[in-house]
């Protein structure tokens, strides 16, 4: 499987870019945004930009839920 860059934007505007493959967990998301923001995982928030789709499943893998680097994502706390 091969990595991907997905960017990740806060309520602010603010873009976090990270490296990740169809196999990454919601999760592990979490912990690469967390690495790159100085929060914390488990409090941030991701979901699909622009809808009310929140991807709350942290066992569930990229893939599981469509996710690809064109895939607009947002985080909040």
Do not use: C, H, W
């Amino acid at each position: 499987m091969s990595d991907f860059k997905l960017i990740v934007t806060d309520k602010l505007g603010r873009q976090v870019t990270v490296t990740a493959n169809p196999s990454t967990t919601v999760d592990q998301l979490k912990e690469l945004v967390a690495d790159k923001t100085g929060l914390s995982g488990p409090e941030i928030i991701l979901g699909k930009k622009n809808t009310y789709v929140i991807y709350s499943n942290g066992t569930a893998t990229l893939s599981n839920y469509k996710i690809d680097e064109r895939t607009p994502l947002f985080m909040r706390q």
